[in-house]
């Protein structure tokens, strides 16, 4: 038994609550090493003859990855109080693991063993509920739709005329987004996120100069007030993106610093290094990456904090949005989003607050800070795997493993499961313009654990480079967009709506794969049924048995390829080989035999 692997810690995603009642407990070990694991638990008071009362219960091993096995059970305490240890069996050895150590038998003191001091409700994670059942739709909106054109910046060219370019103007506004709302509706979507509309100076609006006001290009607070009713009379949320690490080059205070330096009211609002403040050939304060048109923001400044805090109540209490997605927030102190957040939720208790960071992220999500992050582990490795075919299939599997335990269940519930967006290439560009390849990644996206977004125009088959490329105008020419990919986005949406257990009401668990052939097989399942994806990721029609343990006694196969067709299913002969087209999949509904 190699006991130096065996790790636990009774803290984030490897002790938490997950509700009022059950508390979820993860153990890693080495792989293939152990044979079993189980949990010796009970409450730390509970004694009978002088002697702890304890209870023993054997956890699942939930997942592998290369180097590690992960072993997970659910208990519910009855007094909300929790000592525990594990069991490890290997061959003929076992051993207890406990919060002092390994031994042979378990100890009688109930302080070795680790702790859950009590289950607080205030320190449950507890995301706004209605997140864990959106579909999102990214919306840049200087390319979605102009339905005003009264209002376009000087310079604008005629829609969709030539190619994006970092400095041109479509015309773009909100007017052309209220336009097509029942367009997103029909598709499914009840969710949206607006890159920035704050006044700015580029087309991209990153560079905000003033956080109070809808930038004029794209209409006024009116029209974005009634974007918001119609957004709501449909059943879809909307999410604003905040800027917050940086501010535009003219953005007032910033100006004033430039104008004054040493003797501006603002000076202390940026991180200047030294006076005179020079922008050229190189800044001498903090930006963004090194853009001195994006000089950093000092969010711990008392006068930054309450401007910027008041952007977030303002936006909420005014026009009644949903949510706040976060630029750049892993650079922003703990601190201010520590008060961020009081400030979002005693405003509206179900806003939904997203960060943008592209690393693990549990410092983050605890709580206290952020609902969710974009989930940007989960979209590197999907498209490594689907699209650019840079690992086989155990790898992607052990990697996809690694993403589920790295944050707590109800972390990941919400998490953001994005695939393309205004900083990648397009979607169909990067699965080399095969349509195919996209099917096959919708499907995987909407299928696991989390909340998935689509970036305008990838469900009609649009293409294009990294940024400028990936944001070009929105095709609304019926005659050119790929009108069979659109079908099929909107019935796997359906899909997922439908049935619960393929969003966030199932575990998920791979259960089989071939890396000669590239193909994955896994399943979304809870106490009632079980539903099995077969993904075949290769340019092969490909051949395959599933194991005798996948089928029992009933099976039926869903069908969600056919156009102008509801999703059905058909009975299945499971006695019968699988074909699978390159590329294609299918899907499965089984009896549940399996228990989280």
């Known amino acids: 038994m190699i006991k130096e692997a065996i790790y636990h810690r009774p803290k984030n995603n490897f002790a938490y609550a997950y509700n009022e009642e059950e508390i979820h407990l993860l153990l890693q070990t080495k792989k293939n090493n152990i044979d079993s694991v189980s949990l010796l638990f009970g409450d730390p008071y509970e004694w009978k003859n002088e002697k702890w009362i304890t209870q023993i219960k054997p956890m699942n091993k939930v997942a592998s990855t290369n180097l590690y096995d992960y072993w997970r059970i659910s208990v519910n305490p009855k007094f909300k109080r929790l000592r525990y240890g594990f069991h490890c069996v290997s061959g003929k050895e076992s051993i207890y693991y406990t919060e002092r150590g390994f031994f042979k038998n378990p100890p009688s003191d109930t302080g070795y063993y680790f702790c859950f001091p009590y289950l607080h409700p205030s320190d449950i994670f507890t995301p706004p509920e209605w997140v864990k059942d959106t579909v999102w739709y990214q919306i840049f909106p200087e390319r979605f739709a102009n339905g005003d054109t009264s209002i376009n910046p000087p310079g604008t060219l005629p829609w969709g005329s030539t190619k994006p370019e970092v400095n041109n103007f479509f015309g773009g506004n909100l007017q052309g987004i209220i336009g097509h709302l029942d367009y997103l509706a029909d598709l499914g979507i009840n969710g949206i996120y607006f890159t920035p509309i704050f006044k700015a100076k580029s087309n991209h609006k990153y560079d905000t100069v003033d956080y109070m006001e809808i930038d004029p290009q794209f209409g006024d607070k009116e029209t974005f007030r009634q974007l918001v009713k119609e957004c709501h009379a449909r059943g879809i949320r909307v999410m604003l993106d905040a800027v917050f690490n940086h501010s535009g080059f003219y953005f007032k205070p910033f100006q004033d610093v430039l104008k004054n330096q040493e003797d501006s009211t ?34 711990s400044n008392p006068d930054v904090k309450k401007y910027l805090l008041d952007v977030a109540r303002y936006w909420i209490e005014e026009f009644d949005i949903d949510g706040w997605r976060l630029d750049v927030a892993n650079e922003v102190d703990h601190s201010f989003w520590r008060e961020f957040r009081k400030i979002v939720k005693e405003t509206k208790q179900e806003a939904y607050i997203l960060g943008e960071i592209w690393h693990d992220s549990m410092p983050w999500l605890q709580g206290d800070q952020f609902d969710a992050v974009m989930n940007y582990p989960f979209t590197n490795s999907v498209l490594d795997f689907f699209a650019y075919n840079k690992i086989n299939a155990e790898q992607f599997i052990y990697t996809m493993n690694e993403i589920i335990q790295m944050y707590p269940l109800n972390v990941s519930e919400v998490a953001f499961n994005l695939l393309g967006s205004h900083d990648t290439p397009r979607l169909l560009t990067m699965a080399e313009n095969h349509i195919d390849k996209v099917k096959l990644l919708f499907v995987f996206q909407f299928s696991f654990i989390g909340t998935p977004c689509i970036y305008y125009g990838d469900e009609i088959g649009m293409s294009g480079g990294e940024d400028p490329g990936c944001r070009s105008c929105m095709i609304w020419d019926e005659k050119k967009q790929n009108r069979d990919l659109l079908q099929f986005v909107k019935k796997l949406i359906q899909f997922r709506k439908a049935n619960p257990i393929v969003g966030n009401d199932g575990n998920i668990k791979f259960v089989q794969y071939d890396n000669e052939k590239n193909y994955i097989i896994y399943e979304k399942y809870n106490d009632d049924k079980r539903v099995l994806f077969v993904l075949n990721n290769s340019g092969e029609t490909i051949t395959i048995s599933l194991l005798d343990d996948l089928i029992k006694d009933n099976i039926k196969e869903y069908l969600i390829h056919s156009e102008n067709k509801p999703v059905k299913y058909r009975d299945f002969n499971k006695d019968s080989l699988l074909t699978i087209k390159k590329y294609g999949f299918r899907i499965f509904e089984l009896e549940s035999t399996k228990n989280f």
């Open 266 to 299: 603002y000076k202390d609002w940026f991180h200047i290094w030294e006076f005179p403040v020079i922008t050229e050939p190189k800044p001498n304060y903090d930006t963004f990456a090194f853009v001195s048109n994006m000089p950093k923001l000092n969010t």
